[in-house]
């Protein structure tokens, strides 16, 4: 369940409703916690809380992170670019966290799949558990194993690569993707991006992209402004398609 707090808009996540909440704001008692969604509740110093049911972009919100993963923006962006929808079939190189890995599971259920390869044990166990916390296993099959060492799959509509030499598995992606399936890769610099783009004989370039997002703060009848502190640059999403 979430738990907003009226005055800030302020999000909390509770997976245990059995025991008093302890915030800031104050401490709310395990009576009130099981109250209906809508319901208004207060803590001991009198603040008040909204009860709403949690749903994905909730819970994704509050799930264990190891490596650096896709921004959200950066995942955004990909939703504007390609369909991605249920029943699609989707590889992945590079798991991390499992963020962008939940989010694709989570648009392809309940007739698609997501096959991820992750090199790291450690990442890979941390995904792992993310995707229990989702309920997403059923649609994801997670690989301990290196994208570059060869892609399994074939027919397949969409490869995301989040790895640091996408150039290396180009003609893997190239022979599992269907004509007309798509290529993205999330690369940090314009270095890595222009190595990419030359060693690229097969693919069809449909778009270099770097997307900016801007948060504003407003305080009701004090400050409408941009956020002090943002997050400009991510990384640069490229963009092929098989032909």
Same mark, same amino acid.
């Given at each position: 369940?979430?738990?907003?707090?009226?005055?800030?808009?302020?999000?909390?996540?509770?997976?245990?409703? #059995?025991?008093?909440?302890?915030?800031?704001?104050?401490?709310?008692?395990? @009576?009130?916690?099981?109250?209906?969604?809508?319901?208004?509740?207060?803590?001991?110093?009198?603040?008040? &809380?909204?009860?709403?049911? #949690?749903?994905?972009?909730?819970?994704?919100?509050?799930?264990?992170?190891?490596?650096?993963?896709?921004?959200?923006?950066?995942?955004?962006?990909?939703?504007?670019?390609?369909?991605?929808?249920?029943?699609?079939?989707?590889?992945?190189?590079?798991?991390?966290?499992?963020?962008?890995?939940?989010?694709? $599971?989570?648009?392809?259920?309940?007739?698609?799949?997501?096959?991820?390869?992750?090199?790291?044990? #450690?990442?890979?166990?941390? $995904?792992?558990?993310?995707? !229990?916390? +989702?309920? +997403?296993? #059923?649609?994801?099959?997670?690989?301990?194993?290196?994208?570059?060492?060869?892609?399994?799959?074939?027919?397949?509509?969409?490869?995301?690569?989040?790895?640091?030499?996408?150039?290396?598995?180009?003609?893997? $992606?190239? !022979?599992?993707?269907?004509?007309?399936?798509?290529? $993205?890769?999330?690369?940090?610099?314009?270095?890595?991006?222009?190595?990419?783009?030359? +060693?690229?004989?097969?693919? +069809?370039?449909?778009?270099?992209? @770097?997307? &900016?997002?801007?948060?504003?703060?407003?305080?009701?009848?004090?400050?409408?402004?941009? !956020?002090?502190? !943002?997050?400009?640059?991510?990384? &640069?999403?490229?963009? &092929?398609?098989?032909?």
């Amino acid at each position: 369940m979430i738990l907003l707090h009226k005055k800030t808009g302020k999000k909390f996540y509770l997976e245990n409703k #059995d025991k008093d909440f302890n915030t800031h704001f104050g401490i709310i008692k395990k @009576e009130d916690l099981n109250k209906e969604p809508g319901s208004i509740v207060k803590s001991h110093l009198g603040e008040e &809380f909204i009860i709403f049911e #949690d749903n994905f972009n909730d819970i994704i919100g509050y799930l264990k992170l190891g490596p650096q993963s896709v921004h959200k923006k950066d995942i955004g962006l990909l939703y504007s670019l390609v369909p991605i929808y249920s029943g699609m079939k989707i590889v992945e190189g590079g798991t991390g966290s499992g963020i962008l890995t939940s989010y694709l $599971a989570n648009s392809v259920k309940p007739n698609g799949k997501v096959y991820s390869y992750e090199i790291r044990k #450690d990442f890979y166990k941390i $995904a792992k558990k993310n995707f !229990e916390k +989702l309920k +997403l296993l #059923d649609y994801i099959e997670l690989k301990l194993k290196d994208i570059n060492n060869g892609i399994e799959e074939k027919n397949v509509d969409l490869i995301v690569l989040d790895t640091p030499d996408p150039w290396n598995t180009l003609n893997f $992606a190239y !022979e599992s993707l269907k004509i007309g399936g798509y290529l $993205a890769s999330f690369l940090p610099n314009i270095t890595s991006v222009l190595k990419l783009l030359d +060693l690229n004989e097969k693919f +069809l370039l449909i778009g270099i992209y @770097e997307n &900016f997002v801007r948060k504003w703060e407003y305080v009701r009848g004090k400050v409408l402004r941009p !956020e002090n502190f !943002e997050i400009v640059h991510t990384e &640069f999403l490229v963009l &092929f398609r098989r032909i």
